[in-house]
């Protein structure tokens, strides 16, 4: 059985950091990544990370502020996050692609950040 676990979620204040991870088990994966979704809004990217964590990218949002990670060895992708911004705000989501696909099959139930000002 496929399993994605994202944990690491809370209520920070603005500026503040907080790392996400995502425990994944149950196959071979291969480009994970995350995404999120705000109240009201359509699910975003957020971040990926190819198998062997040579190639990771980011939403313009994030870049220079998230910086996406994973441990095979662990089977988990992490993903942290610094000064953060009230628009950060959003549950947060673990995907996984099957290895050599290039669409998110696999998707994790989410975590909440809340970021107050």
């Known amino acids: 059985q496929v399993k994605l676990v994202e944990s690491g979620g809370g209520l920070v204040q603005t500026g503040d950091s907080l790392s996400l991870s995502c425990a994944a088990s149950g196959r071979t994966f291969g480009t994970m990544g995350w995404f999120r979704q705000a109240p009201g809004m359509e699910r975003e990217f957020v971040a990926s990370?190819?198998?062997?964590?040579?190639?990771?990218g980011y939403a313009d949002s994030v870049k220079g502020r998230f910086t996406i990670s994973r441990d095979n060895a662990k089977n988990t992708v992490y993903l942290q996050m610094t000064s953060l911004k009230p628009e950060d705000t959003a549950v947060y989501y673990c995907?996984?692609?099957?290895?050599?696909?290039?669409?998110?099959?696999?998707w994790g139930q989410g975590t909440q950040v809340t970021v107050s000002s």
């Open positions: 995907a996984a692609k099957l290895v050599g696909s290039s669409t998110y099959r696999d």
């Open positions: 990370i190819s198998r062997n964590g040579g190639i990771t």
